[in-house]
């Protein structure tokens, strides 16, 4: 079973040179720290900021410069900075070449849910489901089940959508899955130590198992 | 032409009760301060706030919701606030949460002088539902429409007093599609310079767009989520 790192350090696998990542807050975050060595890519927050550096030494903060988690951020030579409508506009005309968020639900046909609970949790949509309707390439990163210890991957979500049929692929601690264009997700590996039967048990959706499934490596 | 006001109050001197306004900044950064601390002196009540966020409890826009000066508010995200979400649970307030990206466009396209735009944002969800959606080659979306704010109040780093405004980092996020938008826009810059002053080919809000700049004081410029790295 992954922890949260373990889940960051798998998804990094998926970033390519050259690739420019809007990466979430939480686990996506993440990522950022295992960004293979040599390898280009510029990382893009919604805010308006294309190149997001390390974090600030102490002492070094800047108020003028945070990142859409509102953590305070340093740049990087190459970066650039912009207003809020050119951000999205890049997102939406699919300059952004992979999205990395997290979620609450996904459905067997790639809907997601991420943003409210009725009556509990107002905190409002950021711009995830600006994300989601445009990006090409969306990997959620969450855990397989939530703290009432009910699956994550539904057959249909329950709570108030961000966006439709959008998903493409999943990592959890306990497995990588594919969403598959005519529904169901398709496992396509296992976690270090956990078997098929643990998969299965948390997932209420469809799930596919074809052949041998292999056991990651993070 | 006479654009320089003297301060934050003379800026926001005949904003009203019950009127609409945009309010730029994301999160802390970018903020507005000199005039949401006006406006909490002034006491103007019933307003609609367009901003993508609701401040913290006790800074930016959460220093006007808790002296009940706002009717509804129009923002993206509102998790900071604890303040907010009482009076949203309880009713107190009104509150229409719409995509960030949807946001920033619909001030472009009041900025733009286009009356509506086409967003994929929403569709399939609890946003799109009144709403007229278009199936443009193959993908649906949704039309939304350009705001129309009486005022937009705007904070950049520099400005000249013919209106000219240059911003700092990621202070700039929604001000400038912002100050294109207003009826009339009230910028307050840290420091106001002659025209000249400021290189042309680097200006980011013509001056056309804004009608008062005064320079602002005592920034405070309070930090949301501090995070460093140890040396």
């Known amino acids: 079973m992954l922890d949260k790192e373990g889940i960051a350090k798998r998804i990094a696998k998926e970033l390519k040179d050259g690739y420019y990542v809007n990466l979430g807050i939480g686990i996506p975050t993440l990522v950022a720290n295992y960004i293979p060595d040599g390898m280009d890519v510029v990382l893009q927050s919604e805010n308006g900021l294309l190149g997001i550096g390390p974090f600030p030494f102490e002492g070094d903060e800047d108020p003028d410069m945070i990142n859409a988690g509102k953590q305070t951020i340093t740049i990087l030579p190459g970066s650039a900075i912009f207003d809020s409508a050119m951000s999205f506009g890049m997102i939406r005309a699919k300059k952004v070449n992979l999205t990395i968020l997290g979620a609450m639900e996904v459905s067997e046909n790639g809907d997601i849910a991420s943003w409210k609970i009725p009556g509990k949790m107002v905190k409002g949509m950021g711009g995830a489901m600006d994300l989601v309707a445009s990006a090409e390439n969306i990997i959620v990163a969450m855990q397989h089940v939530n703290k009432a210890g009910e699956s994550k991957l539904l057959p249909k979500c329950t709570l108030p959508l961000t966006g439709i049929n959008c998903v493409k692929r999943i990592v959890t601690e306990l497995a990588v899955l594919d969403v598959l264009p005519e529904g169901g997700f398709k496992l396509l590996e296992r976690a270090p130590g956990v078997s098929i039967d643990q998969i299965k048990n948390a997932t209420a959706g469809k799930l596919i198992v074809k052949g041998e499934i292999p056991e990651m490596t993070v | ?231």
């Open chain 2, 1 to 231: 032409m006479n654009k320089v006001v003297s301060n934050a109050d003379e800026a926001v001197r005949d904003i009203q009760d019950g009127m609409t306004l945009m309010l730029g900044g994301f999160g802390l950064c970018g903020l507005p301060e000199n005039s949401i601390a006006a406006l909490v002196r002034k006491g103007v009540k019933n307003l609609t706030c367009i901003s993508n966020n609701a401040g913290v409890d006790d800074f930016g826009i959460g220093l006007m919701l808790k002296q009940r000066q706002v009717k509804k508010m129009i923002s993206s995200y509102v998790g900071e606030n604890a303040e907010f979400e009482r009076q949203l649970l309880s009713g107190e307030l009104e509150v229409e949460l719409i995509p960030q990206g949807t946001l920033a466009t619909r001030c472009m396209a009041a900025g733009y002088g286009m009356p509506a735009i086409f967003t994929p944002a929403g569709i399939g969800t609890e946003v799109a539902d009144g709403k007229e959606v278009r199936n443009c080659n193959g993908k649906d979306y949704l039309l939304e429409m350009a705001f129309e704010a009486g005022f937009a109040i705007v904070k950049a780093w520099k400005g000249d007093t013919m209106g000219n405004l240059v911003y700092r980092y990621t202070a700039r996020n929604f001000n400038p599609v912002m100050a294109m938008a207003g009826k009339i826009t009230i910028a307050e810059v840290e420091e106001l310079v002659q025209p000249g002053e400021l290189d042309p080919d680097h200006i980011h809000t013509p001056s056309i767009y804004v009608h008062r700049i005064f320079q602002g004081k005592d920034y405070e410029k309070r930090i949301e989520q501090r995070t460093v790295r140890k040396k």
